[in-house]
Structure formats: C-alpha cells, structure tokens
C-alpha cells in the first residue's frame, strides 16, 4: 500500500494546513477545551498506527471523490436501502448542504459523537449547538448549522490564519472529509454527501483506529492509482 500523500498542491495543503492544523483552533475558539488533539496518521500499517497516541475517539479520512468511488457510493447506498442496517439512535449525523463544508462537518461530527470524552468551556457556542441540534433530523441539523452565526465566524476566522486560500462555497473541490467514530461499540462512517451513517461493524475503545484504518485502506484500494489519501486521528493530548 502506498504511503498516505502529502501532495503539495495548493488546494491539498489547504485541507492539511487548514483542516488538520487550523482544526484545534477552530475547536477551540467554539468553546472546546484542548484536552485532546489532532495528530497525523502516517501510514496504516500496524507498526505505524502504533506510534499514534491513544485513546483515539475519531478519525478523520480525505479522500478524493472519483468516478470509481461515485460509483460505489451509488451501489452501497442501493444495498443498505434493500437491505437495511441498524443505527443507533445516539448517532449524532447531520447532512452536508453547505459546498464545501465537509471539514467543518466532518469536525462537528467527531466532536458530536465523543461529547462523553471532551470538555467544552462554559458558554461555548459549539455545545449549544450540539444541544439545540441534538433531537433534529439530518436535514435540520444541516439548516440549522446554515443559519448558526457563531460557527461561520469561527470558520471564516480561523481560516485566515492558514496560508493558503480557502476554496469558494461554489468552486467545485474533488476531495472530501468523513468522519469515524465509535458509538456503542459499532464503527460508524460519518459523511454529509450520504443519506444515513453506515455501520462498519463492531469495534472497541481499543481497536477503534485499526479498525477504522481497515475501512480507510477499502477506500484506498477502490481507486489504486490515487495518492490523496490523509487520515488524522483525535488523540487524548
């Protein structure tokens, strides 16, 4: 397996920069308290998953959106529709209807979903959005975060401090962020482009990053010739 890419394209250092680096700013300007952090995942192989820090509650995957990976996301999303899957309903999963927003959702649903780890400073205006938000369905959550003030703030600030431009709301971008997270002891697939969380199986706190990076090397091997894959994982600091 190729190692995880680092391309030094514009558009790829602003999701690493920005969406990686800049995210603990972000976070932390919303209220979240830095007792865990983003790390880079280096590679997939069990020798270097085991030099990232643990516990890890989420993973964050970017990957690019090709014709091979549209194609399964079709068929994938056919076969759970015939064929169902149980979610829990302590999922926390929100649709993406903001271009260009899979980083903050991809954040929000890490957070969301790990609230029994993390801390949040008082009066933070990210736990009051995952408390107003919390009973709404997918597409209210996307709505609702459309219309927060607080978070677009956050994300236009925090987004100056990177040093490179971030893409317009309606410039057409080919990569994407997910979210892995584990709850009640299952392997969720977090993304806002899809329907519904998909289930990955069974996990545990301990196994959750092997287990999450099996599903990662799936999406690597979908498209063989592609090197803009880059995992992070939400370590405790």
């Known amino acids: 397996m190729p190692?995880?890419?680092?391309d030094p394209?514009?558009?790829?250092?602003?999701?690493?920069?920005?969406?990686?680096?800049?995210?603990g700013t972000f976070l932390r300007q919303l209220g979240l308290v830095p007792t865990w952090q983003f790390g880079d995942v280096y590679g997939l192989e069990p020798e270097v998953l085991s030099l990232v820090p643990r516990p890890v509650c989420a993973v964050?995957?970017?990957?690019?959106?090709?014709?091979?990976?549209?194609?399964?996301?079709?068929?994938?999303?056919a076969k759970i529709k015939a064929q169902g899957q149980e979610v829990s309903s302590d999922v926390y999963f929100m649709k993406q209807t903001i271009g260009n927003a899979c980083g903050t959702?991809?954040?929000?649903?890490?957070?969301?979903?790990?609230?029994?780890?993390?801390?949040?400073?008082?009066?933070?205006?990210?736990?009051?959005?995952?408390?107003?938000?919390?009973?709404?369905?997918?597409?209210?959550?996307?709505?609702?975060?459309?219309?927060?003030?607080?978070?677009?703030?956050?994300?236009?600030?925090s987004a100056q401090e990177g040093q490179t431009e971030a893409p317009s709301l309606d410039e057409k971008v080919d990569l994407h962020f997910i979210a892995?997270?584990?709850?009640?002891?299952?392997?969720?697939?977090?993304?806002?482009?899809?329907?519904?969380?998909?289930?990955h199986g069974k996990t545990t706190e301990?196994?959750?990053?092997?287990?999450?990076?099996?599903?990662?090397?799936?999406?690597?091997?979908?498209?063989?010739?592609?090197?803009?894959f880059t995992v992070v994982a939400l370590s405790k600091a």
């Open 3 to 6: 190692p995880l890419s680092h």
């Open 9 to 23: 394209s514009p558009l790829i250092e602003f999701y690493i920069l920005h969406g990686f680096i800049l995210a």
């Open 60 to 77: 964050l995957l970017l990957f690019p959106i090709t014709e091979k990976y549209e194609t399964f996301r079709q068929e994938e999303e």
């Open 105 to 157: 959702i991809g954040l929000i649903h890490a957070v969301a979903n790990n609230q029994r780890h993390l801390e949040f400073e008082p009066n933070s205006p990210l736990k009051a959005f995952l408390l107003q938000s919390a009973k709404m369905s997918p597409e209210e959550k996307a709505t609702f975060l459309e219309k927060d003030e607080s978070i677009r703030v956050t994300h236009e600030s």
């Open 180 to 199: 892995f997270v584990n709850v009640e002891g299952h392997l969720y697939e977090l993304d806002g482009r899809k329907p519904f969380p998909i289930v």
């Open 206 to 228: 301990d196994t959750f990053l092997e287990d999450s990076a099996e599903v990662c090397k799936k999406f690597m091997a979908r498209d063989p010739q592609e090197l803009r």
